[in-house]
């Protein structure tokens, strides 16, 4: 086990090719260099493998067993090899991405769908977690994070626009209770708290008042940990709602839903694609990458 596979390879193409100069050749190195090889190896074995003439090479009964029992061993390390560089260059196998409801939804999928379709060998994994979570250690391909919230030794790609938060309520809803003017009068109002998984906690609601960003814990009958939920415990009228401006735009225009506090929103950057390393990945890999990039301005 502790012997030299590089030496064991000279050794197999010096038999294949029944020649010093023609192992050399296709080694690319020197025949006085296959043969230093050779000698190595025969002295660390203690066994001579070859009978080497002026006219002839011929192997020695260790010879041959070695051949026999090392050829086969060789040309599967060979297969399993190519079979991984299929993994470099064919665009299939598993891809996972850990990111938070909303970009899996609004991001994610609509550029990746089409993906799937060209490249049927592709499987996606696409994993709902608001936390930060370490993707090396849960092995994951990349992670998807808003702009700021990513450590600085990954490779971070913007793949979003940035993203306006607003609050939103059903008509029903804001008959029903005061119309808030300030930030501060939700902390009186029925509002729809969003639990975040990982953390067990609400999420704050950010405004910017004054040029400050400040954070409201908001209560209400409702907590749902997902931002779908959120969504429609609003449209049921069940109180107001911190969601990111693209996903009640048709319920905005239509009516269904009504913003307030607009002058207080903020808008968070967009989102950012992870990963640890800037080797090469995968073929598949690179695809999603390609996919889920920003077009060029």
Known sequence: MKENLNDLITFLTVVQEGSFTRAAVKSGTSQSAVSQTIGNLEARLQLKLLNRTTRSLTLTEAGERLAQLIGPAIEEISTGLDQLADLRDKPAGRVRISADEYAIQQVLWPKLAPVLKDYPDIHLELITDYGLVDIAKERFDAGVRRGGLIAQDMVAIPISAEHRMVVVASPQCLQEQDFPTTPAQLLTLQCINLQLPTHGQNLPWTFLINGQEQKLRVQGQVIVNGI?????????????????QALVQDDIASGRLLTVLDDFTITFPGYYLYYTSRLKSSAAFNIIVEALKMPAL
């Open 228 to 244: 779908n939920q959120v969504h429609q415990a609003c449209l049921d009228g069940y109180g107001l709602a911190y969601v990111p």
